[in-house]
């Protein structure tokens, strides 16, 4: 509608191409053992490096063994799905079906409010906040997914008093069911 900042069409573009290059790289990397030995012992060595500059007495903080073991499981879960692509559909038309709920719920949030909304900062809300929750400390992202939900909405045009209220309507909504 125009009224969408520059600055949230770069952070949303931006992250939708870091979690695309991921996902593919992360593929690459589990298809075979040479590539996940070769990609675990880089990363661990690189980490390892970053980290000992804050633990000195530490050489060693992350294990090769633990790390090559994680992406061994991933190798055995891409092998498996590999062989059954068919069997993946119905697990997408699920995962689609529940992020259009999300998006739907939210955007009936506003629609209670009154106002109807650009849908496309809705949708950009909830993939920054449901990335940014991922890495939160607290289950589910709580105490950081709403602010950070409401600062995206405003900068997606939306008055702040309404983007707030929305959001919460939706969080307690979202969290108690």
Do not use: C
């Amino acid at each position: 509608q125009g009224d969408v900042s520059p600055l949230v069409i770069l952070a949303v573009t931006s992250i939708a191409f870091v979690v695309l290059f991921s996902t593919f790289v992360l593929a690459y990397v589990v298809g075979t053992e040479h590539r996940i030995d070769a990609f675990t012992k880089r990363m661990t060595m690189w980490l390892n490096k970053i980290i000992h500059v804050f633990r000195r007495k530490h050489p060693e903080t992350i294990k090769l063994t633990n790390v090559r073991k994680i992406f061994m499981e991933l190798h055995e879960d891409y092998v498996l799905v590999r062989g059954n692509l068919r069997g993946m559909w119905p697990v997408i038309r699920w995962a689609v079906l529940t992020n259009l709920a999300e998006a739907s719920l939210l955007y009936i949030a506003f629609l209670a409010h009154g106002t109807w909304v650009n849908p496309g900062a809705v949708i950009i809300a909830l993939v920054v906040a449901n990335l940014v929750g991922l890495i939160a400390i607290l289950p589910g992202g709580v105490g950081l997914y709403e602010p950070l939900m409401t600062a995206v909405l405003i900068s997606g045009g939306i008055p702040a008093a309404l983007a707030l209220s929305a959001t919460l309507v939706y969080r307690v909504i979202s969290l108690l069911t």
